[in-house]
């Protein structure tokens, strides 16, 4: 890698990783006031309802947001945009549907309260889907300051909603409200910034239909793998998690996943942006694209081995200081949870590579036999006599040898090149 194309990673990397520190450093600061005026019942009640909109809102766009990085031509980029909030207004306007079966669905969760709150589905769908567009196009253009700008005020509004709406009493409502506006504000402030793109958009069928068939791996495959993979790791699980062991263990489970993934999802995140946008951009030298992929792995691992040592060593404890003598059992889940989240972590900031090589089918193969594995193992465990602890055991071991040989098999993607 040229010095100059490692400064630009750098640099690039340090104004994504700031703006993902103060977004991340919010929710933190607040978590001890959130979790001392809401009940694990109650974040479960959010927790099973944000898996449902996840599950939609992840096709929503067909997943045509995630080309818009790719075309070199900036005419096709537009048109993938355009095509994308099509197919989102679309699909949130279907949604609509669930409202016909609210009750069945609180009952499928046993959760009777969830029923009250299916209003929010169809909007929340719109909000993640299109937030992500955006996410894309201010991508693309390289408006990484724009991007930051966004993450700040959606976890600003969100968690500080969360604290003023519990202390006058909101409950559970104020959980979905301030959610649903930390979604809203970035999106308008976006299109605020973006709005010249809106004059230049093509109306023209004929160009939504080619870039549509050009790209036509990615509702056709790379959808189905985003579904199955959101289907997986939070609406089954959940469910599973739920069903099984009720709404305060899946209350701990939730809190512990979101509060020992936050901190690591600093460096992932941005890392992961990168590592698609400097790899796709590189078509052709596999040298190049092979110390990215390195990189991007050293750095991820430089930050999650130690702050899981620490988690392992010392869970129950940080939890209990933390968030309240209420969450210490959340610390020994993420005692067990450890060792999946830390490769899941390196496997993820990678994860982007089948994309660039065109071997989504594959990776779709290889991630549904990981997640039926994973989640067959939960539900086998459900049905014996051992206890949750155990359970979790097996599963956070299944998942740690599932995401080893994701890693390997990503690396395996890249054309061999003399580095």
């Known amino acids: 890698m040229s010095s100059k194309s490692s400064r630009s990673f750098t640099q690039n990397f340090l104004i994504l990783f700031t703006g993902n520190s103060i977004g991340q450093a919010i929710p933190f600061l607040l978590a001890p006031f959130i979790s001392r005026i809401y009940k694990p019942e109650e974040i479960a009640v959010q927790e099973n ?4 909109a996840s599950l ?3 096709v929503a766009a067909g997943r045509f947001d995630l080309a818009i990085l790719i075309p070199t031509d900036d005419k096709k980029a537009k048109s993938l945009f355009s095509l994308s909030f099509i197919i989102t207004t679309i699909v949130s306007l279907l949604s609509l549907i669930t409202l016909l079966f609210t009750n069945q669905i609180a009952q499928f969760y046993n959760t009777p ?11 929340s769908i719109f909000l993640l889907s299109s937030l992500s567009i955006y996410n894309q196009w201010v991508l693309r253009n390289k408006k990484y300051p724009l991007l930051t700008s966004m993450r700040v005020l959606q976890s600003l509004v969100q968690n500080s909603g969360y604290v003023v709406l519990g202390y006058l009493g909101w409950g559970i409502s104020g959980l979905f409200w301030a959610w649903i506006i930390g979604l809203f504000l970035p999106i308008a402030w976006m299109t605020i910034q973006e709005r010249g793109i809106f004059k230049s958009l093509s109306n023209s069928r004929k160009e939504l239909k080619d870039v549509a068939y050009e790209h036509r791996d990615f509702p056709m495959v790379n959808s189905i793998h985003a579904f199955t993979d959101i289907l997986a790791t939070q609406f089954l699980l959940y469910w599973l998690i739920t069903h099984n062991y009720g709404a305060l263990a899946l209350g701990l489970f939730s809190v512990m996943n979101r509060y020992l993934r936050a901190p690591l999802n600093l460096v992932g995140s941005a890392v992961g942006q990168l590592y ?8 052709g030298e596999s040298s190049e694209q092979l110390k990215l ?40 889940l993420a005692q067990i949870m450890a060792p999946a989240i830390l490769f899941n972590f390196i496997a993820s900031v990678v994860s982007t590579t089948p ?31 051992y206890n ?12 740690s040898l599932n995401y080893i040989f994701l890693i390997f098999w990503y690396r395996s993607l890249i054309p061999k090149a003399a580095i």
């Open 49 to 52: 309802f944000l898996a449902m």
């Open 56 to 58: 939609i809102a992840i």
């Open 113 to 123: 309260e969830l029923s009250q709150y299916l209003v929010f589905l169809a909007p």
């Open 276 to 283: 698609f946008r400097e790899v796709g951009a590189k078509q």
């Open 293 to 332: 992929f390195y990189r991007s792995i050293r750095i991820i691992s430089l930050v999650t081995v130690p702050a899981l040592v620490l988690v392992l060593f010392k869970g129950p404890w940080i939890f209990e200081i933390y968030l309240g003598e209420n969450w210490r059992e959340a610390g020994v």
């Open 355 to 385: 994309l660039i090589f065109h071997k989504q089918k594959p990776a779709y193969v290889i991630g549904l036999t990981g997640h039926i594995l994973s989640l067959g193992t939960l539900f086998i465990g459900s049905l014996t006599t």
């Open 388 to 399: 949750f602890h155990q359970i979790l055991m097996a599963y956070s071991g299944v998942l």
